[in-house]
């Protein structure tokens, strides 16, 4: 079933007063998409999964990660504005942020940040060292993470474009592998998707205990073992060619 693409905001003025509010910059420096392949990036936003290129978009965002992590789960993140009721990093202003929007309402969100600006956060740098990455590995990864999901309003169903579009546009762009640090809730979703944990788990001091997982995009073989949704996107880019083993990551960042 093809999903109708997201309508934007009922009050665009109210929204970009509300980014404005919140601290967020009404529009992102667009260098950090140079990074990015910009055919994938296109593709994303004519199929519903957009990506965020302004304030009012991420603090849509903000307000999701807010209401689950903060007002529901109790969290204390230092980024998050207990006034504003937003939840937003520094590293976001240099990550690709996906998400679908409708009425105005984020429905599912969820970050894709390169190595070097990631190594810059303390909590995906923590994922990093925890997930035994080699910094020779670093610029071929790409690192998943604040993955939302508002309950009700189909929310749900837009899991599986949000993931494809994460994965196509790191592939695009020459990006060989997926790095997340996922809650024990979550190991199904990301075993679903293909991810398999690497390194060991960890205790972050907000969130709780992680374990890494990886998801190296050419293992068609694995894949096809879990069927994972992204088998098609796989076959899609690739074809079916022959699945190889993720290769050894020396050298563990230290």
Known sequence: MRHSAPTRAEDPGRDASDARESGVPEAFDQSEFRFWNAGALAASDADGVQ????????????RLRYAMFIAQ???????????????????DRYSLNLHVTRAGRCLVGC?????EPALADPQLAALAAHAGLAASSLPAIAFNSRLVLASGFGARAWLVPIFRHLYRIGVLSGLAWSVAGTRPALFPLFERFGFRP???VYQDPVAGPLQP?????????????????LLAEHDRIFGHRASRPTPPIPEPLR
């Open 213 to 229: 997982m990886m998801l190296d995009s050419r293992d068609r073989a694995h894949m096809v073992r879990v069927n994972s949704p």
């Open 198 to 200: 690497t390194g060991e």
């Open 111 to 115: 970050r894709l940040t390169r190595a």
């Open 73 to 91: 789960a109790g969290k204390k993140y230092p980024s998050a504005d207990t006034v504003a009721g937003t939840f937003i990093d520094p590293v």
């Open 51 to 62: 990506v965020a290129r302004s304030g009012a978009a991420l603090t849509g965002i903000g």
